[in-house]
């Protein structure tokens, strides 16, 4: 068997594993988890490694294929705790006692982040990894207008977590 | 300011997990996928397997069955012709489900991706009411064969009053309806418990284009 795919897709893999990194832990809360969903995302991007051209940015490829078994394809395992839908009520019980410092800012935030929908997570990540509209709009279907309109809703719940 | 822009700031920050090197993730290319369309695709050879096997088993290892039948059809040529239009579904379905499994491709974007395995279930669940309807079908013309060729029980049937004959009807009725109660109820479970998470992120998504 030709070695030299496997060779090229492992290299590249190594080189940008941190983005798969990341989706897991937006999408997992715990150690087996993580490695169990970046598994999986690893045998999806190696099933469609010989169709990846290059005319795309491999990293480009990656945030698909990674966020399409994260929402779609991965079964969670009884080790991942399945998301909640998002709970006011909770966030502004935990914003009553956060301080105003920025970290136990960004605590309260990257808790309110991890109790998002899979698909507004899906959002916030292709945002917070600084894709524009239309590249956001494409990797999940949805018109650039309503990826803007859904992006601002999400904006207020947060906002509103962090000022009650 | 924004909220968002704090996180962003601190986004890329994060501490990294523990980086895996090219010798850890090599071994990971060659092990099982556990994802939804793998499943999907098990359970839908398993459904074609098991409704061919139901066809066909009787009637080859049965000489009784066989003979029965072919009694019942005196018609040879609409025996032939029915057998043929049966296979013929069954490789339509059969050629139907691959092309849809062939199509679920993980590069499409996100609702892509979900049609495509809804579409490919939607197929398995033609499928399956084919083959019940199909079942009731033959139930329904085997048992009106079944009187009337035999002397004995329509002769007996022949004896029934109106009200007896309405309890046997609903009888019957009640059992069928209790025999596809328990099919769609395996399939509800099978497949809610397969795609709870598809269905309920697609629906999320639809809602974002309403």
């Keep these: ?164 | 300011m924004d909220e968002l822009e704090l996180l962003k700031k601190d986004w890329n920050k994060q501490s990294e997990h523990k980086k895996l090197s090219a010798k850890e993730i090599y071994p990971m290319l060659h092990k099982k996928s556990s994802s939804i369309v793998k499943m999907l695709f098990y359970i839908s050879i398993g459904e074609l397997v098991l409704w061919i096997l139901i066809n066909c088993i009787p009637y080859t290892f049965s000489d009784a069955y066989k003979q029965r039948i072919e009694s019942i059809y005196s018609n040879n040529y609409l025996f032939a012709a029915l057998t043929v239009f049966g296979y013929g579904i069954i490789l339509l379905f059969i050629y139907l489900l691959f092309k849809s499994h062939k199509a679920i491709s993980v590069t499409d974007n996100a609702k892509k991706l979900m049609e495509s395995i809804l579409r490919t279930r939607k197929i398995v669940k033609y499928y399956v009411i084919y083959n019940l309807v199909m079942a009731f079908i033959s139930m329904a013309v085997g048992s009106y064969f079944f009187i009337f060729h035999s002397p004995e029980l329509s002769d007996s049937i022949s004896h029934l009053n109106n009200k007896q004959l309405i309890i046997m009807f609903g009888i019957t009725l009640g059992i069928t309806a209790v025999f596809v109660f328990a099919i769609w109820l395996f399939y509800k479970l099978i497949y809610g418990w397969l795609l709870k998470r598809l269905n309920r992120n697609y629906k999320e998504l639809q809602k974002l284009e309403d």
């Excluded at chain 1, 509209?133 to 509103?160: C, D, F, H, P, Q």
């Design chain 1, 1 to 164: 068997m030709n070695k030299e795919p496997e060779h090229s897709f492992v290299e590249l893999l190594e080189k940008h594993q941190n983005i798969i990194h990341k989706v897991c832990r937006l999408y997992t809360n715990n150690y087996d988890a993580h490695n169990d969903l970046f598994q999986e995302i690893t045998i999806q991007l190696w099933k469609a490694y010989p169709k990846f051209r290059g005319d795309s940015k491999f990293s480009t490829w990656m945030y698909r294929v990674g966020l399409n078994t994260a929402i779609t394809l991965y079964r969670k395992s009884k080790r991942t705790i399945a998301t909640q839908g998002f709970d006011g009520v909770e966030f502004k019980m935990k914003a009553e006692t956060y301080d105003d410092t920025e970290e136990q800012q960004l605590k309260t935030m990257y808790n309110a982040l991890h109790q998002l929908n899979d698909i507004d997570k899906a959002l916030v990540f292709l945002y917070l990894e600084d894709k524009d509209y239309s590249e956001i709009s494409e990797t999940m279907g949805i018109s650039e207008v309503n990826a803007r309109v859904k992006m601002n809703r999400i904006k207020t719940k947060l906002k509103t977590i962090l000022n009650p």
